[in-house]
T-cell receptor
Framework: DAKTTQPPSMDCAEGRAANLPCNHS???????VYWYRQIHSQGPQYIIH???NNETNEMASLIITEDRKSSTLILPHATLRDTAVYYC????????????????FGTGTRLQVTL | DAGVTQSPTHLIKTRGQQVTLRCSPK?????VSWYQQALGQGPQFIFQ???????QRGNFPDRFSGHQFPNYSSELNVNALLLGDSALYLC?????????????FGPGTRLTVT
């Protein structure tokens, strides 16, 4: 799995957009970008994933650069409940079997949302 | 629809002892993965079970073993506990037989080795 690099921490004011960057310069053509978050004392929670097109769901948007070497997770209107550690993970297709399904976590970005 | 459940929530053991942690996957899921999360670190993959067999293993010693039952629930066993085994142990389930490979995590078991 390709290695990812994320800033260790970020702050965001409540109600503003939180933009969390991730570098994955060694990503392969068949690898997806996944985002999970972990709220204190809970298990990680899936947020979104994408291959090369921008993706949006009810939780967030994922913007992947054209060369796929970096991406940004956007929380459009951050709330205090979005305070968590956010993990950017690169892995093979979600439709692969066996060894492709493990997740390799880094240390993530600790997002602090403040009033 | 119950999510992933784990038991116990907290556990304190002494060095050298053995421990068993339990996980019930999300309803309908057939694959269980176990992760170890040390304080301040991201989760590290231990192993994965599918169809009652260990399918993939991370960089963990043989002291870590597991089992998956016919109802897809799973156990993680750790023998000869070391102080360094103190961590949050996370179980994640997924449904790999039908093309949905998102992993859903339980709340974890906090193991403290003294």
């Amino acid at each position: 799995d390709a290695k990812t690099t994320q800033p260790p921490s970020m702050d965001c004011a409540e109600g503003r957009a939180a933009n969390l960057p991730c570098n994955h310069s060694t990503i392969s053509g068949n690898e997806y970008v996944y985002w999970y978050r972990q709220i204190h004392s809970q298990g990680p929670q899936y947020i979104i994933h994408g291959l090369k097109n921008n993706e949006t769901n009810e939780m967030a948007s994922l913007i992947i650069t054209e060369d796929r070497k970096s991406s940004t997770l956007i929380l459009p209107h951050a709330t205090l409940r979005d305070t968590a550690v956010y993990y950017c993970i690169v892995r093979l297709s979600p439709y692969s079997t066996g060894t492709a399904s493990k997740l390799t976590f880094g240390t993530g970005t600790r997002l602090q949302v403040t009033l | 629809d119950a999510g992933v459940t784990q038991s116990p929530t907290h556990l304190i053991k002494t060095r050298g002892q053995q421990v068993t942690l339990r996980c019930s996957p999300k309803s309908g899921h057939d694959t269980v993965s176990w992760y170890q999360q040390a304080l301040g670190q991201g989760p590290q993959f231990i192993f994965q079970y599918y169809e009652e067999e260990e399918r993939q293993r991370g960089n963990f010693p043989d002291r870590f073993s597991g089992h998956q039952f016919p109802n897809y629930s799973s156990e993680l066993n750790v023998n000869a506990l070391l102080l360094g085994d103190s961590a949050l142990y996370l179980c994640a389930s997924s449904l790999e037989g039908r093309g949905n490979y998102e992993q859903y995590f339980g709340p974890g078991t906090r193991l403290t080795v003294t």
